[in-house]
């Protein structure tokens, strides 16, 4: 595979930029070798400089749920285009993305848009203090809730793969008022609250875990957040900026059966736009400004590209079907992973859901970060690299999830299974 255009650019983007890249995972330091420069995108697969072409399972780390450049999504957005990309004043669109958003999540009357994920939880967690009047918040270890101060602890994700238990510039003062838990783990829940009598505001949590590979909850571990901080006057946060509209139409809350008070979404409500959003129970909500005294507030937030965009994703995946299909492919492509694993000789574990995927190349069982860290990762470099040269980009981590799309077809799956059986056997030797 010549990739000599994206050592190229990459070369120069060291100097222009941070490690090369605008966001820390792409520049492939946990896999090795050079980050591939991408060049387009489209359906499944993405395109690099060179002029290689991959199946894509990144599809921009979730957003790209229909595929990439859904032509759909392309030719609304260019009608959009036309009446201007930033209003700074509401716009009809806000409202019915709004409303789709509300028709589709259980715990969702009213809803806030906002830029990012990250933006999404950092005002959710300013919420749940205000309508609480308490400060201490628990989350899960390996579980990613964006980049701000106060959830850059045992966070997951880009963090874990960096070995960065912490970051350096975040106060101690900050993070004081994290308590963290493994996850699947309700007894650790249980005693947090008790050692911490009427000061937790609220548990966050990924209801499945996206971001320390692919962890699903236990049987009855939601159930028992959702009574466990009923019982302590806390909020219970579904943090479902991966799994909303992904795990089924309605999240993981409508999968799985638990409602929480507050959810936070993004990467596919914004249909590749940038786009976060929080929301819940009118009465919560109503407590966020101009409604309510919590201030939080955004330039570019609700803009009519980013709403038009997430209205046409959203539009596409409610039609009859969608979530059959999307759960159809990755179970095709997940048991074949896993075979040709075994048939390899190399250990392995995991689980599917709907349209997101992981493995771990250990025994297993992993229910928790602790167990993920048992995955072989310099294996697992080796396995990415090996179906690069194949065409399969695979997140450059250990420690991300596998996304499908609509646009996934049975060749391509097929294609992507070969390539699994071929690096499989090439690195085991
Ligand atoms: C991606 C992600 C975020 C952060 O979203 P950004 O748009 O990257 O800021 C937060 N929470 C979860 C669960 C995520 O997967």
Redesign the pocket.
């Known amino acids: 595979m010549n990739t000599s255009l994206s050592q190229n650019i990459f070369s120069a983007a060291q100097a222009l930029m941070p490690g090369g890249v605008s966001s820390p995972v792409r520049a492939f330091k946990s896999v090795g070798g050079q980050p591939i420069v991408f060049d387009r995108v489209k359906g499944p697969y993405a395109w690099d400089v060179d002029g290689n072409r991959f199946i894509d399972y990144v599809g921009s780390?979730?957003p790209a749920i229909c595929g990439h450049a859904h032509p759909e999504v392309t030719a609304s957005l260019q009608e959009a285009l036309e009446k201007g990309t930033s209003f700074g004043a509401p716009c009809q669109l806000e409202n019915k993305l709004a409303e789709m958003v509300i028709d589709a999540v259980p715990s969702v009357e009213m809803v806030r848009f906002v830029n990012?994920?990250?933006e999404a939880?950092m005002a959710v967690l300013r919420l749940m203090r205000a309508y609480t009047g308490r400060d201490k918040v628990i989350k899960f270890e390996g579980c990613?809730?964006?980049h701000a101060d106060m959830f850059l602890v045992k966070a997951g994700s880009g963090v874990a793969t960096l070995g960065l238990p912490d970051s350096p510039g975040v106060p101690r003062s900050t993070t004081a008022n994290t308590l963290t838990a493994p996850y699947n783990d309700l007894e650790a829940v249980k005693e947090l609250f008790a050692e911490n009598p009427d000061a937790i505001s609220g548990v966050i949590l990924?209801p499945v875990v996206?971001?320390a590979g692919f962890i699903t909850p236990e049987p009855g571990f939601l159930e028992g957040l959702r009574e466990l901080t009923k019982e302590n006057g806390a909020l219970l946060v579904f943090?479902e900026?991966?799994t909303g509209f992904r795990i089924s139409y309605g999240g993981a809350q409508a999968r799985f059966g638990v409602t929480p008070d507050l959810t936070?979404l993004?990467?596919v409500i914004g249909g590749g736009l940038p786009v976060?959003a929080y929301g819940g129970s009118t009465e919560i909500m109503s407590m966020v400004a101009p409604a309510g005294p919590m201030y939080q507030a955004g330039t570019l937030s609700g803009n009519p590209l980013a709403m038009t965009a997430g209205i046409k994703t959203l539009e596409l995946l409610r039609q009859d079907g969608t979530y059959e299909k999307l759960e159809a492919t990755t179970k095709k492509l997940f048991e074949g992973i896993l075979q040709s694993a075994k048939d390899s000789g190399i250990p392995i574990t995991g689980s599917s859901i709907s349209a997101m995927f992981g493995f771990y190349l250990c025994e297993g069982p992993v229910r928790n970060f602790e167990e993920a860290k048992a995955t072989n990762t310099e294996l697992f470099g080796k396995l990415h690299r090996a179906m690069l040269e194949r065409g399969v980009y695979l997140a450059p981590s250990a420690f991300e999830a596998g996304f499908t799309s609509l646009a996934h077809s049975e060749d391509d799956i097929n294609a992507t299974l070969k390539a699994f059986q071929e690096s499989f056997a090439e690195i085991q030797k």
């Open positions: 780390w979730g990012s994920g990250t939880c990613y809730h964006g990924e996206g971001n943090d900026v991966m936070t993004g990467k976060g």
